[in-house]
């Protein structure tokens, strides 16, 4: 059982390009959620999507976007990386609604340079 | 104000104490609250939630909430090496979204 598997782990960037993080999970859960996570700055929240189909805003959303791309896949794509997006990103997948419980991936290590 | 504030540490606890760690949150509207752990170059895992006043047991693990006084804790009995690790606070707001604070980095000494 994979649970939630992020890809890539490591890239470097160069600032202004552009790439995609890519999340899957096969657990059937509906909720699914990007942080991000800087030292001393716990996990923020970038975008989530509570079901298949919809997503929202969290608290640092500018300079990303993310596609729902079914139930299983949700994506976070930089258009322009900047040098303040170098971060380490987690998704995250949350079964029941009545249930906190949200399972992360290993995460990915972005460097932009 | 940060929504989930916590001291950063580090917390130096010796082997076979008592470690305490301390949460507080801004939303009154919370409802569910929980603590996760991370190790250093790993994801977050979850190890307790609580919803409601009082205390909740699970192990060596103790969470504690106070909704009156927008606080809650985690005490780890018989603090063992392996317990070192940094602590996430976690707390769904009124918006449904999972807000972490900036976690504790507790190291238990042999």
């Known amino acids: 059982n994979a649970g939630v598997t992020q890809t890539p782990k490591f890239q470097v960037l160069k600032t202004g390009q552009s790439m995609t993080l890519q999340c899957a999970q096969d657990?059937?859960?509906?909720?699914m959620y990007w942080y991000r996570q800087d030292p001393g700055m716990g996990l923020r929240l970038i975008y989530y999507s509570a079901s298949e189909g919809t997503t929202d805003k969290g608290e640092v959303p500018n300079g990303y976007n993310v596609s729902r791309l079914n139930k299983r896949e949700f994506s976070l794509r930089l258009e322009s990386a900047a040098p303040s997006q170098t971060s380490v990103y987690f998704c995250?997948?949350?079964?029941?609604?009545?249930?906190?419980?949200?399972?992360f991936g290993e995460g990915s290590r972005l460097t932009v340079l | 104000q940060k929504e989930v504030e916590q001291n950063s540490g580090p917390l130096s606890v010796p082997e076979g104490a008592i470690a305490s760690l301390n949460c507080t949150y801004s939303d009154r509207g919370s409802q569910s609250f929980f603590w996760y752990r991370q190790y250093s170059g790993k994801s977050p895992e979850l190890i307790m939630s609580i919803y409601s006043n009082g205390d909740k047991e699970d192990g060596r693990f103790t969470a504690q909430l106070n909704k009156a006084s927008q606080y809650v804790s985690l005490l780890i009995r018989d603090s063992q090496p392996s317990d070192s690790a940094t602590y996430l606070c976690?707390?769904?707001?009124?918006?449904?979204?999972?807000?972490f604070g900036g976690g504790t980095r507790l190291m238990v000494k042999p």
């Open positions: 995250a997948s949350r079964g029941s609604p009545g249930t906190g419980e949200l399972f």
């Open positions: 657990m059937n859960h509906n909720s």
């Open positions: 976690a707390v769904y707001n009124a918006g449904n979204m999972l807000t």
